[in-house]
């Protein structure tokens, strides 16, 4: 599972639109972000946060492995098989094994046999997606690129494909306003693509970007099928997709959007507005059955919003971040969230409504930009008190580190 990735969630869209260099863009984000620290974290909602009896304080917690794959800020992470993939902003994708006793050996010994460089480009990549033997890239260039995930550094398709772009040329009707004096036709982003999202049966691929559009592409021959046009206000930092069908879009504008196919039409519009955040939105993460849905922004908070009569309403926010939410993961009863305050945080949600903080993690030493979760396959025997998962996280400081997360099992 993957997560989605963000441009500063701090910064307007023309402040972002000056950092050309992706770098630079990591870079200036943590400087910023600073300033939240002292920023109200939405007191009108209340806190679904607390500590169980049975941990009244958060045990120092080590990594079981800390990965030096990448020299420059990672900003996505995925897991496929047996292999753990990477993305950052040099522009190239890695793999590695994804077992931390694996990495844990090869990184003692500074030999990292098992990484294979997959993709390079010279555009930074903001968000990667690896579905059966492909694998998606976005990037700040504006594209998208297609990859075989088994066959190092094959780029197979770019988009807007070459017969997308030349089938729009000749239409006036194709072209659509992107900034003063200038139009491009509707299949192209004309602004960093921040994150993918792909469909469960894997036919459609959705990307969102800092154009305030988000685009939907056919995978069996690339088409953009679909482009909605100033579906927010300023940048989409994420985008999350339901089993029945309803896109979420998360913006630097503070808001969530949902949207969906009425019945009979071929077009998504907007469904309803989610505002609560008072600053911009830089995470969404759905449960499996989606009718969960989990959203990080500057304000340090993770609100909670639950579906009631097909509405999603707010319930409350999960606190203890000092600085902005960069990044979220959900998997079983289980919230993973990054942040800017370099720390890592497992919240699970227990009987009732409330969730409690399981564990801190702290070891990284620049802003937390993505997380990637599974369940832990090397454990087992006669403790059936607890369950264990992995919990994959990475960001400015460009080390990935794999932790173990003991879970005990919910009493009934």
Known sequence: ???????????????QQQQQKSYDHFHSESSTSSSLHSQPSLPSVPSLSFLTPQQPHHPQQQPQSTVKIHSSPISSLALHGKLLYSAASSGEVKTCSRDPFT???????????????????????????????????????????????????????????????????FSSKNYVKVRRHKKRTWVHHVDAVSTLALSHDGF???SA????????????DFKCLESIQNAHEDAINSLVLSND??????????????????????????VRTLEKHKSAVNALA????????????????????????NNMAVVGALRGHTKAILCLAVMADLVCSGSADNSV?????????????????????????CLAMAVDSNTGGPDQDHRSYLVYSAGLDCDIKVWQIRVPLLSL
């Open 286 to 309: 759905l449960s499996a059955d989606g009718s969960v849905l989990y959203s990080g922004a500057c304000d340090r908070s993770i609100l909670v919003w639950e579906s009631d009569d």
């Open 103 to 169: 990495l844990q050996s090869d990184t003692s010994t500074n030999t990292n046999t098992n990484v294979v460089v997959v993709a390079t480009t010279n555009a930074p990549v903001k968000s990667l997606i690896v579905y059966h033997e492909t694998l998606f890239t976005a990037h700040q260039d504006h594209k998208i690129r297609v990859w075989k995930a088994h066959q190092p550094t094959k780029c197979i398709a770019t988009l807007p494909t070459l017969h997308d772009r030349f089938s729009k040329l």
């Open 1 to 15: 599972m993957g997560l989605l990735q963000h441009p500063m969630c701090c910064h307007s869209q023309k402040q």
């Open 204 to 206: 459609l691929l959705y």
């Open 245 to 270: 069908g309803a896109v979420y879009t998360g913006s630097a504008d503070t808001k969530i959007k949902m949207w969906k196919k009425r019945e009979g039409e071929k077009k998504h519009s907007l």
């Open 209 to 220: 970007s800092w154009d305030r559009t988000f685009k939907i592409w056919r995978t069996s």
């Open 345 to 369: 945080r497992v919240w699970r949600k227990e009987t009732g409504k409330g969730y409690s903080c399981l564990a801190l993690l702290e070891s990284h030493r620049r802003p937390v930009k």
